[in-house]
């Protein structure tokens, strides 16, 4: 050991000495969140060439033990290898699962299944089903027949599903598969508006339904939202009788047919389409069978095989393609009426896919993503090993939609503590279940349906600690969700503390870290803070949380979590909410100067020449085109330079790979458009008083801001001041997938020194919900970073509660928020000074000013 | 003899111990951090010299001690000139001289934090009374914290406004140990006012201006909350304060390291400042 | 000449006490303003409002944060005072080794600013677990170099007879401090006991690295961390804000400024 090394060990010591406190281990991570393994799915598949044109299929079955890829057997009339019944099926959790996790081979498979979709339609909008080993189509079977039937409308589902996922472009992947989706939905059309039901059957006509939602997503359009409400008209009459009379509201394709569990797929298509064309109606038909029927099975005890309209049951086999439509139904109710219980009946329905069955057989093996055919009777003996592609699917289908849903998460472990029910006609009024922890949920039934009540685990009660931010509209909304959180959950309280505003939120966080003395969760953790966190260990990782994970899933998708992984893939912190900055300006201020809203830096400078004003020709401007702050402090940036910067460079931030990238053309545009104004007077180079910000009241006519003042200027604004938002201008001749808006994301983080970070989990699921979105939206006038969240019916109302809101949520999407750089405050500093030098007083030219700010901060960055 | 000893002893153990924790621990901490990088949150790590090189050419440091000295330069002159007017005044046998003496003592009670926000609005450009008068009287107003030439001044101004009671006590309590048989007797001589004030009152004053220039100098130099409050820094980081710029590197940078480099930087700096003052006043005053 | 000479005087003291006080009323009545005729001349608004107040009120615990400061302040004059005279009785008074020495270190400490321990005695805090609390507020004020050299200063000039005779009279030094020198140093006291009420009471930095608590908030800091963090939302809020800090203040030093005057009226009567 040499002197130095000495010197440094004697110093470490002691510091380490001065530090030592007592760090409490962190507890690892949840043991269970559900991993999707899309394995089993990838070996049935198989390679084909149908009509010259090679596609991908998926095997029929693979029998037990080893689970070899095998035709339709001889019984049933040698069908074939393969069946776009699968394969479609198959491209939509293939969809889904890019959709999550931007997996590049998920998408691949997906398109091949597509084109195998595409060439199996057959030139008049119907489809012929299986082709055989040489890839040769069957016209003869009954169940391949050339038809507008169940295969047809999974061909509209899964083609409907990949315009929403990849796009109209992404579609142009399969040529000729937006032909055919465009002639089976008018295929499609012609049944329903004769009235009837795609293949006679409710399943038929739900799957296309969720196809023509799907699209709707991603092409609004009447006539699809039309031919939505027609077709989900057809559904709604099926429903046979109420709460009280068997089958219980059951939908049947006729009145005598008998219920089949398979294919149940009719609540979640009609809750789906209330969602979508905002018809309450729609989901009062679509509770009825949820509610009377599915309730008898919840209080039964298992989810039976099929039901006669007098309501007698056959309990077995029961199979994925039964139970998952059930949980994928309850799901969608969840989500239309926001209401927890139906995520709960979820849950425990799902939970048969993990041993909560009578055979009590996990059904679905997480390893290789298998899931077992079927269960013949109660005890692990009868239950079909195989694992076919149906069953593979159907699980995985409805699996993807629970790994969405924290709430259903929570109760995949619980069994039901007493024998199921023989019958339906009676069921006890009661069912109670046992989870971890001998936690206990019991489902009741009430007058007004099934009420969940759970027992909370023997333990104490726990105590979590959050910080949201100070000001009044996330305090108030912090509380409110706490109060309403701590009623539902007695065993987990929650104690709001709001986050002291110090000069930033930043300092605070940091000073509470080395003290130890951070709360359980904040939710006002800026990027800038977040690379500095994970560094010092200091946050939970949540995407391998069961809660988090889940809501991550519900919320956004690969493209939104990517800029957010740390260099080990992970997500340390909740992505709760951004606010894309843009131009807003004061629309009587703009028409009276004769001004459009500014687009380039040209215009903009334009824009300044005319609207500085001096109204009461006392010599002196009194209305000015923008106010550029003048103070210094890294974040006054926001306002001006940084977001003129993003508008036109490209997506480039301020580093990148412990580079600094912000000596460019972009950045000497953003600073010489501002240094104009300055140096011509336009720009004042006065502060306004303090708080009162002089666009309020009407002085100053443009502002570069993000959704959060809406409802500031809503409560301050003069009487009559009209205002709106454009796109932040950007340098000339920026081309427009260029440009991208600033926006500063908030997050929601878990510290690493609570001790339960499980539960801590789960509440941060809670402030993420859509409910609580909703809220965010409402009485913040903020953007839960949400994916989709200007379409998404759900947040319409609450969108419209504010003007301009609904203009800047379309902006959620093109966003660039700061570098995940534990020195971004530095380097912005460093801007800043740029800015005061070259724009603001003009002592230093603007590409000197820039390339010394860059010398900087790329020294900075060296010294680390 | 022994007994003395004994309860010397104990009367000013409570008070080494106290020295022993909160100042020979710290500053020894101070002198073990120049060496170190750390951020607080994750180990710290061993910087050699680093610390101080960087210091040695940061211009953003040199100019806050730049800054200092163009305060001082306005504050302690402006300072010591209306304290000891009003001071003077107040030594005269005056109506009111309770009321006069608590009108100008007034801004020392009020706490910094407040004379901050207060005189931000004073200064404001658009609403601030200051301005209000001056276009009341036809100037125009004046951008006094954004102008890069005023914001120090206006800061100086402002510190001055505030501290100047304090200091008129300071000399009030000076003045009236002058023996007035001095005056008197010198006024017999024929002596002017002014050269009774320069060659009795002035000289005989010299401990409370020594006084005066020490504690102002030291103020100024950890001249925090002003600029934190009034101008973040600027313009141009002329008001940019060496205290602000320590406190920024701890806690918006986490460079405690370099921070506290900065920290012993400036106890140097005020001592050396501090000894010179005191030299060249008392030098001044032998000539 | 003589009577221009002083109507001269008193214009510029008039003068001097409206720069002083002006301001003050200036603040008050701008707190009562609506939003757009605050910063305007008149000093009576045409429509007086408590809107400002009510805002501020709602928004921060300003109540709580004047009983902290009061009482953070308060506690530490009195150990200043009382722990101060201690030290300084056995600096001036005792002869023991080490005095000297320990009235260079006081010099000293006095001379080092304390942004130099700022950031060590930060960890320290951190490290005794206090942050949060009063003691992270207190203690590492009890002791004040300054107010220590104020007293010894005083408490040489005392004559040593005094201590003598009372020595011969078997009071012990507790005694002669409190009973003796105590009486004699009121003025001296009371300068102590001002300026470190007031440095207390102004205190900003230190609370706002070692309070993150809002309900442990003193004042000063609240107030900036309110003002300055867009909490006020506007001028008057802002300012409404900062009265709750001066009222007080300005009620106690009707009380306060009385004794100060007095008390350096009585030493300036026996100098």
Known sequence: MNSRDAVRNFLLATLIAACAGSSEPVPPPDPSPLTLSLDHLRRLGLDAVVNGRPVRVVALYAEAPDYRPTPSPERDGSEGIASLDDAARAAIVYLRAFEMTGDPTARDEALGLLAFVTVMEQGDGEFINFIDARGRPNRIAPSSRKSMSYWAARGIWALGEAVRVLGTEGLKDVPGAREVLDRAIARMAREVDGGRLIGGSATATSEALLGILALHEAEPSARLASLASRTAALLVPLSRDGQDAPPWGARTDSPDAIWHAWGARSTAALARTSIALNRPDLLEAARREADGLWGRFLLAGQVPAAVSPNGSVRWFPQIAYGVGPVVEGYLEIAEATGHHRYAVYAGVTAAWFFGANPARVAMYDRQTGRTFDGIDGPSPVQVNRNAGAESTIEALLALQRVAGSPEAMEYLTYRTVDVPAATLTTVPDRRTFEGAAQKRLTLRREAEGIDVVESPSAAAPITLTYWPAANPSETWLATRLASQWNADNPDVQVRVQPLPAGRSSEEVLLAAIVAKATPDISSNVSSALLARLVRAGSVVRLDDRSATAARLRERTNAEMLASLRLPDGGIYAFPWKTNPEMLMYNVDLLASAGVDPPRTHSELLDAFRRLARDTDGDGRLDRWPIWAGLKTTWFERFYDFYPLYLASAGGRTLVADGKVTFDNAAAISALEVLRQGFETGSLPRVNFSIGRDPFVDGRVAMKIIGPWFVRELNELKVPGLRYDVAPVPAADGTPLEDRYAFADLRSIAIFSTTRHPDAAARFVAYLTSPAADQLLIEHASQLPYRRNLAHDPRFAAALARWPTLATYATYVGRTRDLDLDPDVVEIFDLLSEAYEEAAVYGTRPVREALTRAATEAQRILDAR | ?287 | MKALGRIGLYAALALAAVTFIYPFLWMVSSTLKPPFEVGTLELIPDRITFDNYRTMWARAPFGRALLNSAFVATTITLAVLVLGSITAYAMARLRFRGAPVLNAVTIAVLLIPGQLTLIPLYTLIVKLGWIDTYAALIVPYLFNATAILMLRQFFLQIPQSLIDSARMDGMGEMRILFTIFWPLAKPVLAIVAIFTFMGSWNEVLWPLLVVREQQLMTLPQLLTVFALGGGAGSLGVSLASAMVLVVPVVIAYVFLQRYFIESMAGSGTKG
């Not at chain 2, 180990?43 to 000295?69: E, I, K, Q």
């Not at chain 2, 107040?90 to 608590?102: G, V």
């Open chain 2, 1 to 287: 003899m022994r007994a003395e000893q004994r309860s010397g002893w104990l009367l000013s153990a409570p008070y080494v111990t106290f020295l022993v924790i909160f100042a020979a621990y710290p500053i020894a901490f101070a002198l073990v951090l120049i060496f170190l990088r750390w951020d607080l949150v994750t180990d710290p790590s061993f910087a050699g010299a680093d610390n101080l090189r960087l210091l040695a050419h940061d211009g953003r440091f040199w100019r806050a001690v730049g800054n200092t000295f163009v305060f001082l330069g306005i504050h302690l002159p402006l300072q010591i000139v209306t304290a000891l007017a009003l001071a003077l005044a107040l030594n005269r046998p005056l109506a009111l001289r309770a009321f006069w003496r608590a009108a100008f003592f007034l801004p020392v009670v009020i706490s910094g934090a407040v004379v901050a926000i207060l005189w931000s609005a004073l200064y404001a450009t658009d609403v601030g009374l200051i301005n209000r008068l001056l276009v009341k009287v036809g100037l125009a107003p004046v951008a006094w914290l954004t102008n890069p030439l005023t914001a120090m001044p206006a800061i100086a101004a402002m510190v001055t406004w505030k501290n100047v009671g304090f200091y008129v006590i300071i000399y009030l309590a000076g003045l009236q140990y002058i023996p007035r048989s001095c005056l008197e007797a010198i006024e017999l001589e024929g002596a002017s006012p002014w050269q009774r004030f320069r060659h009795v009152t002035l000289p005989l004053l010299l401990p409370q201006t020594i006084l005066v220039v020490t504690l102002s100098t030291i103020n100024g130099f950890q001249l925090f909350i002003e600029p934190y409050v009034m101008t973040g820094g600027g313009p141009l980081r002329r008001t940019y304060s060496i205290v602000l710029y320590l406190y920024t590197n701890a806690f918006s940078y986490q460079k405690m390291g370099y921070a506290a480099t900065i920290g012993v930087a400036l106890a140097f700096i005020i001592g050396t400042v501090v000894f010179v003052q005191r030299r060249l006043i008392g030098k001044a005053e032998a000539l």
